[in-house]
T-cell receptor, first 110, second 112 residues
């Protein structure tokens, strides 16, 4: 039981490049979340998916898109990366009220 | 604007002492409260959840909730150097969507 997994662990992009961050969970949870964490800002919700086939915006959705591919997988896409998107990205899934986090992706946009 | 406030620290305590971490929140309707531990360079790890007023104990950890004062705290007894980490307070809002608002965290340093 791997819990929540994320790929890649590290990524460096140039401004304007695109990429997709992958997240998968094997806990049969319905709800999944994408957060970013920046120094002094705490964790902020980008997008979430309450169940397979549904997605909704969180606090900071601009510049991102998401896909809930199936119950296990929830991906985050940056279409045209900007330096302001340099951050650590965490995926989480939820069991009842409790959220469990993946190991994170450290993204740098130059 | 729903907010969760924590003192950023660092909170420095000697080994074996009680560490007390505090959190206040703005949304009076919040019902669920969580403490996460985050080691440097790692992901947040859920260590305590509390849903009703009073104390909840789990090993060396005690979470305390006072909804009237909109205050939640985490006590760590017999603090160990391995407890040195950032502790994040999170509050659930948003009904069925179960969105969490996180505080910016308190850095705890346990001195050997």
């Amino acid at each position: 039981n791997a819990g929540v997994t994320q790929t890649p662990k590290f990524q460096v992009l140039k401004t304007g490049q695109s990429m997709t961050l992958q997240c998968a969970q094997d806990m049969n949870h319905n709800s999944m979340y994408w957060y970013r964490q920046d120094p002094g800002m705490g964790l902020r919700l980008i997008y979430y998916s309450a169940s397979e086939g549904t997605t909704d915006k969180g606090e900071v959705p601009n510049g991102y898109n998401v896909s809930r591919l199936n119950k296990r997988e929830f991906s985050l896409r940056l279409e045209s990366a900007a330096p302001s998107q340099t951050s650590v990205y965490f995926c989480a899934s939820r069991d009842h009220y409790e959220q469990y986090f993946g190991p994170g992706t450290r993204l740098t946009v130059t | 604007q729903k907010e969760v406030e924590q003192n950023s620290g660092p909170l420095s305590v000697p080994e074996g002492a009680i560490a007390s971490l505090n959190c206040t929140y703005s949304d009076r309707g919040s019902q669920s409260f969580f403490w996460y531990r985050q080691y440097s360079g790692k992901s947040p790890e859920l260590i305590m959840s509390i849903y009703s007023n009073g104390d909840k104990e789990d090993g060396r950890f005690t979470a305390q909730l006072n909804k009237a004062s909109q205050y939640v705290s985490l006590l760590i007894r017999d603090s160990q150097p391995s407890d040195s980490a950032t502790y994040l307070c999170a509050v659930r809002y948003g009904g069925a969507t179960n969105k969490l608002i996180f505080g910016t965290g308190t850095l705890l340093a346990v001195q050997p």
